[in-house]
Antibody
Framework: QLQLQESGPGLVKPSETLSLTCTVS??????????WGWIRQPPGKGLEWIGN???????YYNPSLRSRVTISVDTSRNQFSLKLSSVTAADTAVYYC????????????WGKGTTVTVSS | EIVLTQSPGTLSLSPGERATLSCRAS???????LAWYQQKPGQAPRLLMY???SRATGIPDRFSGSGSGTDFTLTISRLEPEDFAVYYC???????????FGQGTKLEIK
């Protein structure tokens, strides 16, 4: 059964870089029909797409975050990662990783999410 | 950039009633890439519908979706207690290739 698990620091200082990893188990991240994505949800608010990546490294980002975001993939570890630089309190959120079925542009499997707080 | 606007923001209904949730796009979008998600407190979103009208695996048939162009609807025919949650519509565009979520509709027990 496919599972996605986010991991990383729960507290990041303002102006620093937020780094999270999503570990995929139960399927290969190199499966040709899926992209792998990050979505976040600030406290009490809605969902915001951050970006997604293919196993080849091809990626798409939310234009509003593009200048600060890097998503990378490590097929040997079956993981993909998110880096968000120059964080502020506005980046405080629950961060989810998800599998994106590219042919239908839907996110069919999600991780449980991890809370990241930006505070000094 | 496509904006998805969901209405109402909050819908108060009783179990057994019919729920109709709306998602309106700022410009015409492909229904093939229109999905709906359900999110309960403290949980990750769950895929409900895709292609505007197809149910995801394991979703009961009281859930249905419809629409095209700029107007899409999620209908729950007879509300069960477990259906009270927040619902999001989502579209993934092709040019540029980016994903957009609506702001959500909270379905609460009246």
């Amino acid at each position: 059964q496919l599972q996605l698990q986010e991991s990383g620091p729960g507290l990041v200082k303002p102006s620093e870089t937020l780094s999270l990893t999503c570990t995929v188990s139960g399927d290969s991240i190199s499966s040709g029909i899926y992209y792998w994505g990050w979505i976040r949800q600030p406290p009490g608010k809605g969902l915001e797409w951050i970006g997604n990546i293919y196993h080849s490294g091809s990626s798409y980002y939310n234009p509003s975050l593009r200048s600060r975001v890097t998503i990378s993939v490590d097929t040997s570890r079956n993981q993909f990662s998110l880096k968000l630089s120059s964080v502020t309190a506005a980046d405080t959120a629950v961060y989810y990783c998800a599998r994106l079925l590219w042919s239908l542009r839907l996110m069919d499997v999600w991780g449980k999410g991890t809370t990241v707080t930006v505070s000094s | 950039e496509i904006v998805l606007t969901q209405s109402p923001g909050t819908l108060s209904l009783s179990p057994g009633e019919r729920a109709t949730l709306s998602c309106r796009a700022s410009q015409s979008v492909s229904s093939s890439y229109l999905a709906w998600y359900q999110q309960k407190p403290g949980q990750a979103p769950r895929l409900l519908m895709y292609g505007a009208a197809s149910r995801a695996t394991g979703i009961p048939d009281r859930f249905s979706g419809s629409g095209s162009g700029t107007d899409f609807t999620l209908t729950i025919s007879r509300l069960e207690p477990e259906d009270f949650a927040v619902y999001y519509c989502q579209h993934y565009g092709t040019s540029p290739p980016m994903c957009t979520f609506g702001q959500g509709t909270k379905l609460e027990i009246k």
